[in-house]
């Protein structure tokens, strides 16, 4: 990224003509925007590293309009993340090893979004999407939001989600979530893209407490 601002890296060059392009493009930008410099230059911060991770996400996806456009009605409205508590804070009671009770919101580009979320089920409604992929470890695709069980509502708009583990040697610590307008925008080519995304933040992050 030599003589270009940070910024730039939004732009989207001709060669993105599909999903699989613009991930691919998306996850080698975000090599090149963290990487490291003259240190310490914050790059392996978490909070540092999740921020610009959910601001190049979000960023690219609205100046992706083929797939993604208000026109469309498929305008990614949300991107960021959720993590384990004792990321936050050294005094948590949890371990970074054992399931927490809640996940807590981290770095993410978007309207205001629920400060937590639970990880504990009720009588009467299951867990949301997030908390579904953290425990499962798996990424969870939802074409519907509304006719997923325990989803929760932080902003109405919101039509169909995906949320992607992020796992540091096998242990989950954490979900990327992305939230868009249109119903059923996201599928495998999405999947496949979001988890090399999410490989290539978690090695950049240091993940020591």
């Not at 613009?22 to 240190?39: I, R």
């Not at 498929?74 to 054992?98: I, M, Q």
């Not at 807590?104 to 089920?121: D, E, M, Q, T, Y």
Request: glycine share 10%.
């Amino acid at each position: 990224m030599t003589g270009t601002t940070h910024a730039d890296s939004l732009a989207l060059p001709d060669s993105v003509q599909s999903k699989g392009d613009f991930y691919d493009h998306v996850t080698e930008t975000l090599g090149h925007l963290l990487a490291p410099a003259s240190p310490p230059d914050g790059t392996s911060n978490l909070f540092t590293t999740a921020s610009n991770a959910a601001s190049l996400l979000f960023g690219s996806f609205e100046n992706y309009e083929a797939a993604w456009g208000r026109e469309a009605g498929r305008r990614v409205n949300w991107a960021g993340f959720y993590l384990h508590p004792s990321l936050l804070s050294r005094t948590s009671p949890t371990p970074l090893k054992e399931t927490p009770s809640t996940l807590i919101l981290g770095p993410f580009h978007g309207r205001p979004a629920c400060n937590s979320v639970s990880l504990k089920p009720t009588k009467t409604r299951p867990v949301g999407v997030c908390a579904a992929s953290f425990l499962a470890g798996e990424t969870v695709v939802v074409p519907d939001v509304e006719a997923r069980p325990g989803h929760i509502a932080c902003d109405g708009v919101t039509k169909s989600e995906i949320v992607v583990p992020v796992k540091v040697e096998g242990v989950v610590v954490g979900v990327l979530d992305v939230d868009c307008e249109g119903l059923g925008a996201f599928g495998e080519e999405d999947r496949v893209g979001l988890e090399k995304f999410v490989e290539a933040f978690v090695k950049v992050v240091d993940w020591s407490l």
